[in-house]
């Protein structure tokens, strides 16, 4: 029943998920249902990211090497970056950012680094077209991407990581002296004993060092050309108890040529890993330190 002072003519709106559905009413045509699609946006929750002004919903579900599964634990850390955790909140597994770049090829662009070897499926679905683009990882793989035609086409895109060797290729340095660790603007400390810091060079030649951003204990990130921007997350495992060692991971959102430099501070050894211009690089050294 419509009130009877409405006049000739008038509409009443409801809500019906992705669409206004609203009911005009008039002398002529009577009652005539009529919907408007409306944009949706991403809720963020224990398992989802939120990323581009809440437009990108990112979620993960990973496999691993027993055969058990899980989804991953979101952790937003910019408005364009978040990450997951798999087995330990303190111990972050993959990393992934959305960026507009729309004024240069119309696209957003999807960016990923992963600290995990196990299998996982990383899912991004633009909430305004319904548009989602999948990212495989095989078990044993060190995943990293840069997806610069995500979200273009009219369905979903599914990738598959390259592989990657487990160790990184890394260069030994004779130790120096042993020191105090010190998370610096420009060096993380992780774990209280590990020193980290990263140069990098872009396309045009100019150089400069990464900018930190800690996040855990063992886990920390860099930054090169915006706060807002996270290029480079790298993290340090004590493995001693598998096999004598101190594992370092590290997995890059960015492609421009950069060289890590980790320092154990206890004993000074030192070892450095580069990543030549125009790599995703993602990694793990199982026989770091």
Not at 101 to 107: D, P
Not at 138 to 152: C, K, Y
Not at 195 to 206: I, K, M, P
């Amino acid at each position: 029943d419509f009130p009877a002072d409405q006049g000739p003519a008038f509409t009443q709106v409801i809500g019906l998920r992705d669409h206004l559905v609203y009911f005009r009413s008039d002398d002529e045509h009577g009652l005539e249902p009529r919907a408007i699609d409306t944009p949706s946006t991403c809720t963020s929750s224990p398992t989802t990211l939120c990323l581009g002004n809440n437009r990108f919903r990112v979620d993960v579900t990973w496999s691993d090497f027993q055969g058990g599964t899980g989804a991953g634990r979101s952790v937003p850390l910019t408005e364009d970056t978040g990450s997951f955790w798999f087995f330990d909140p303190d111990n972050l597994e993959l990393i992934v950012k959305v960026i507009d770049g729309t004024a240069i090829n119309g696209n957003h662009w999807v960016f990923y680094g992963a600290l995990s070897d196990v299998a996982y499926e990383l899912r991004v679905t633009d909430t305004e077209t319904g548009r989602t683009a999948t990212y495989s990882n095989p078990a044993g793989t060190f995943g990293s991407q840069g997806d610069i035609d995500a979200l273009s086409g009219l369905g979903g895109k599914t990738f598959a990581s390259e592989s990657a060797p487990l160790s990184a290729p890394a260069v030994a340095t004779a130790p120096s002296t042993p020191g105090t660790c010190t998370t610096t603007p420009t060096t993380l400390c992780l774990a209280d004993r590990f020193e980290v810091s990263v140069d990098w060079t872009d396309f045009q030649g100019g150089t400069g060092t990464g900018r930190t951003l800690p996040l855990t204990t063992d886990t920390g990130s860099f930054w090169f050309f915006d706060s807002e921007n996270i290029e480079l997350v790298l993290k340090t495992i004590d493995g001693t108890a598998l096999n004598g060692r101190f594992w370092v991971f590290y997995g890059a959102l960015s492609n421009v040529a950069f060289e890590i430099t980790v320092t154990d501070t206890e004993t000074g050894a030192v070892k450095t890993y580069s990543n030549p211009s125009g790599t995703f690089a993602s990694n793990g050294d199982t026989q770091a330190f």
